[in-house]
């Protein structure tokens, strides 16, 4: 790498992303690395996203325990969730992480800077205490953050990134949005003791994901004591007394302890000078790349929720890699966004890989494979759970193209099915895959005729 720069590559921001993409160009291939965030290390991801509120599930699942246990024989007693306590722990092991993370940089010779960066030009960026450092690439990796919406006193209601802080749970809230943040933290403060209402504007929550399995979240959320409102949205909201007074499309007006938005993320981009030196913006702000994370400048890239594209941190994480193999490796790397698996944490959990059932009958002739029943733990303590195991196939190759699961730990489940979405196996290589009973996933390999054609 030559000289006459400072680095030979500049990471802005201390994600997932920029961390994996600065400590495998410094450890791996001996590049010098200097690495710029003015927040936490660990990124969304780490300290205001999936650690916490995972976290936050788990806590959110002990409430019920005591009385399934009661049905196996245990004679168990729930005292109060001690908000406080567990905040306590959280917010430690939430230390510990950003200190492995910084000590992961260190190990890896990456030079660090707790300070906000901006781009000055094509191979110079300017950092917040006025001095300025050069790099032969550089990689913005600054992410996304919730948004409220435009309307009058949206300063009353909190963001998901506020959610960790609060000093008391609040008695009630009030959550706006349908998606996948909006269902989590609906199941999890319900899970927790608070009175949870949820507004929707549209016809069903979780859009973008298989109808079928969205409708039996839907469902178990209402069946569960969340007061879920479809095509309804706010309209006012203003202080009243110590709570919050909520106009709605429904025509109520009630009051909340809280209200929380979690209406969409944008990605972070703005007021970094990207414009000025041409790099291109769309319309919410994303960072305009190729398929190698290239923006319009050749020096400059980008990874992660900046760019839009798939906002998830295992996804910015493998940009990183294809990054560093793109430029450090030699060896032209394009991001492989296809096939994705992901998980929504909400309880039940949905799991998902490949294409919705609706996705997928616009593009060919399919068969459904589904099965929904009521699992043997819950169902034997009498309760109404309900899980929900589809695979879509397509009726020329056979080939499974999508598989949707509802049911408790679908996340870990959703993992091993992708491999197999992911290698392109037929219906029939499922079947020919002996059952493990018994188990919920087992319906996964015996489902041997479609319930419906599309």
């Not at 927040?39 to 409430?63: H, N, Q, W």
């Not at 041409?278 to 319309?283: A, E, F, Q, T, Y």
């Not at 020329?396 to 509802?406: D, E, P, Q, T, W």
């Amino acid at each position: 790498m030559s000289d006459a720069f400072d680095f030979d590559l500049f990471v802005i921001g201390g994600g997932s992303g920029g961390v994996r993409a600065a400590r495998v160009a410094a450890g791996e291939h001996g590049a010098r690395v200097g690495l710029a965030e003015d927040d936490r290390y660990g990124g969304t991801c780490v300290i205001r996203g999936c650690v916490p509120k995972k976290l936050m599930v788990f806590a959110s699942e002990y409430a019920g325990m005591p009385a399934e246990a009661a049905a196996y024989g245990w004679d168990m007693q729930v005292g109060a969730f001690d908000w406080t306590a567990f905040r306590g722990k959280m917010n430690a092991e939430l230390d510990r992480l950003e200190g492995v993370y910084r000590k992961m940089l260190a190990g890896s010779g990456v030079e660090t800077f707790d300070l906000r960066a901006t781009i000055k030009d094509a191979h110079t960026v300017a950092l917040s205490d006025g001095t300025t450092k050069t790099a032969k690439h550089i990689l913005i990796a600054t992410g996304g953050h919730p948004v409220r919406p435009d309307m009058p006193n949206a300063e009353l209601g909190i963001v998901s990134d506020d959610i960790f802080h609060l000093e008391t749970l609040p008695k009630s809230i009030l959550i706006i949005g349908g998606g996948y943040i909006a269902c989590e933290f609906a199941c999890i403060l319900n899970g927790l003791g608070v009175e949870v209402t949820q507004y929707y504007r549209g016809a069903q929550i979780l859009r973008g994901f298989d109808d079928e399995a969205r409708g039996l979240v839907s469902e178990s959320m209402c069946q569960s004591g969340v007061d879920l409102h479809l095509g309804t949205n706010i309209l006012e909201m203003e202080k009243s007394g110590d709570r919050i007074k909520v106009k709605s499309t429904n025509g109520s007006e009630l009051t909340f302890e809280m209200v929380m938005f979690a209406t969409g993320r944008d990605p972070s981009s703005a007021n970094m000078g990207l414009e000025d030196v041409g790099v291109s913006l769309g319309r919410k702000g994303q960072v305009e790349v190729n398929e190698y994370s290239q923006t319009g400048v050749p020096s400059i890239y980008a990874i992660g929720d900046v760019t839009d594209r798939v906002n998830l941190t295992p996804v910015a994480i493998r940009e990183g890699m294809a990054f560093v193999q793109t430029v450090f490796a030699g060896n032209p790397t394009p991001v492989d966004h296809d096939l994705i698996a992901s998980a929504v944490f909400t309880q039940p959990e949905m799991g998902t890989v490949g294409l919705s059932e609706e996705e997928a009958r616009e593009q060919e002739e399919i068969e459904i494979y589904a099965t929904s029943f009521k699992p043997m733990q819950t169902s034997f303590a009498g309760k109404p759970d309900r899980v929900l195991m589809k695979l879509v196939v397509s009726k020329a190759s056979r080939v499974v193209l999508g598989c949707h699961i509802v049911a408790p730990n679908a996340g870990e489940l959703i993992q091993m099915v992708g491999i197999a979405v992911k290698a392109g196996l037929t219906k029939e290589q499922f079947d020919a895959t002996c059952a493990v009973h018994p188990t919920m996933s087992e319906e996964l390999v015996t489902m041997r005729n479609p319930v419906r054609t599309a």
